[in-house]
């Protein structure tokens, strides 16, 4: 039977995932659904290809891993390409993503060594007939279940440090852009002989759940926060670690000194970029009293010449989840019934299956579109008598992913205070691309960290060692230990520390 297909909404028909274009409807890819049995499988056969993989050494990983970040790097256009017919996500727009994914491998790859690799550490005086080590051990299998927004970037943000790591990976990708998520496993494919170090299971919630539920080490999750509790709920019964990273309602702070001109152009990038479906995206701007209309009238003459529509030269594409479309119209409504007023765009902005720039004023602190993730192309700018209010109001909501400050005298201090994860300072976003820093967010947002050196050990069991390597001076570890020992243990502790 053919379930009725809506575009860019996943059907399934006879055990396939049906993947459509947002804008146009028309067919990308049909994926079989995996049920709990065939997750079930797929971790077992990367539970195999997991000691294979470790066993290649640092050395042996890195050589496949910047074999593979070659082969994305030269065919950059075709995953963009696909990533504009299944998300409708803007041809420039999918190769900046892919671009710093590819930069991603790159780090991983070439730092997991230095990072994970055994080192000795310092044994104290007290115990110093042992040596010790610490060494980073592979979970074996881990499962990434990812977003569609970014299904390039954001997934590979944990499967690229991951495989690094030494594990092997199966990735659920959304159910919205399965197309990607399957050609980024088949191009791995390609450089490990076969071995199914990297494979993909499709399918809705229910295929998810079997991943958290297969026996995988650890869970690396993105998505919003009420999947992200149902994704801990589950690895809770039988205590598989997880990495959640679950949205955020990100706040650019403008203070007066700001050069306006550039915290416009950052602005109107970072709220808009993708149509606003990113979880770093700016969704409210704080700006000082002195410097706020002219800086509104400066975003709504950049946001206003922005093209829509699904052709390749369009800045703004569809709406990749129908469903959204509900949101972002229940927000900009919310927000003009009480009192807001739309400088650019409102409600008749929302044109199914777009959404023109919307740029929003005046809307109280309590509003949805304040509070919530609107993940659409629109923005509140508020009014502050100083930057010190400016922190108040965006530290006031649930979550703390990113956040960016304008400004030149004070930026690095209004950075330090804000609540969040990561922090752009007279930029935007810029902290995803940098394969150095971590990347995770606080509250509502999730905990654990992507990418960097945190993010490699995010995906690797800390193993302590220690070895007797001569007669202890100062028995402490025996009850042979005799009165006068344990005085020499008194003395010596006092002499250490006792000052």
């Keep these: ?49 997991a000691g294979w993989w470790a066993g ?20 950059i256009t075709e995953i963009a390409d696909l990533s504009h017919r299944e998300g409708g996500k803007p041809i420039a727009d999918a190769i900046v993503e892919t671009a710093s994914a590819v930069e991603h491998i790159d780090w991983a790859a070439r730092h997991a060594r230095r990072v994970l690799g055994r080192r000795r550490v310092r044994s104290p005086l007290v115990l110093a007939e042992f040596s010790a080590h610490l060494e ?32 092997a990976v199966v990735f659920k990708p959304s159910e919205y852009t399965p197309a990607v998520g399957q050609w980024l ?5 390609e450089v490990v002989d076969g071995r199914p170090v990297l494979q993909a299971v499709h399918g809705l919630g229910e295929t998810g759940a079997a991943l958290c539920r297969s026996g995988v080490g650890k869970v690396a999750f993105t998505g919003s926060p009420a999947t992200a509790r149902k994704v801990m709920a589950t690895c809770a019964e039988s205590l598989t670690p997880v990495l959640l990273e679950a949205g955020g309602k990100d706040a650019m702070i403008v ?6 001109d550039a915290a416009a152009d950052a602005c109107v990038w970072g709220a808009l ?14 700006v000082v009293e002195s410097v706020h209309d002219e800086f509104v009238a400066k975003v709504v003459q950049r946001a206003g010449r922005l093209t829509v529509g699904a052709g390749e030269g369009a800045d703004i594409g569809p709406i990749t989840m129908p469903s959204q479309l509900d949101v972002i119209r229940r927000h900009i409504d919310d927000a003009v019934a009480r009192g807001g007023r739309a400088v650019l765009g409102g409600p008749e902005a929302v044109a199914p299956p777009y959404v023109r720039p919307t740029i929003l004023v005046d809307v109280p602190e309590d509003a949805a579109a304040v509070r919530e993730e609107t993940f659409g192309p629109t923005l509140t700018i508020s009014r502050v008598a100083d930057a010190d209010e400016a922190v108040a ?14 400004g030149r005298r004070r930026a690095v201090e209004i950075a330090g205070r804000m609540r969040s994860g990561m922090t752009a300072i007279n930029s935007v976003l810029t902290f995803a691309g940098m ?31 220690t070895r007797r390597r001569g007669p202890s001076l100062l028995p402490t570890t025996t009850f042979d230990r005799t009165p006068a020992q344990v005085a020499r243990i008194v003395k010596a502790v006092k002499i250490i520390y006792g000052r």
């Excluded at 203070?255 to 306006?260: F, I, K, P, T």
């Excluded at 970029?273 to 704080?286: K, V």
Aim: glycine letters at 14%; hydrophobic letters at 45%; one cysteine or more.
């Design 435 to 465: 394969s150095a820093l971590p990347f995770g967010g606080t509250g509502e947002s999730g905990f654990g960290r992507i990418h960097g050196a945190d993010g490699l050990r995010e995906f690797a069991r800390a193993k302590a060692v």
């Design 56 to 75: 290649l050494g640092f050395a042996g990983r890195r050589q496949r891993l910047l074999r593979w970040r070659a082969l994305l790097a030269n065919r």
């Design 136 to 167: 980073y051990q592979p979970y074996g299998v881990v499962g990434v279940i990812g977003p569609w927004n970014y299904p390039v970037l954001t997934p590979l943000g944990s499967i690229a440090y991951a495989l690094a790591a030494g594990n």
């Design 393 to 406: 109001r965006a530290n006031a909501v649930a979550y703390g992913l990113g956040g960016s400050v304008f």
């Design 273 to 286: 970029t993708n149509a606003g479906q990113t979880c770093i995206g700016i969704e409210r701007a704080y």
């Design 255 to 260: 203070d007066g000194d700001a050069d306006l």
């Design 185 to 189: 496993v088949d191009t791995f494919a």
């Design 1 to 49: 039977m053919t379930a009725t297909r809506v575009p860019g909404v996943p059907v399934i028909e006879d055990g396939e995932l049906i993947s459509t274009n947002p804008a146009t409807g028309a067919p990308v890819g049909s994926f079989p659904v995996a049920a709990a049995e065939d997750v079930t499988r797929a971790v077992q056969r990367a539970a195999e290809a």
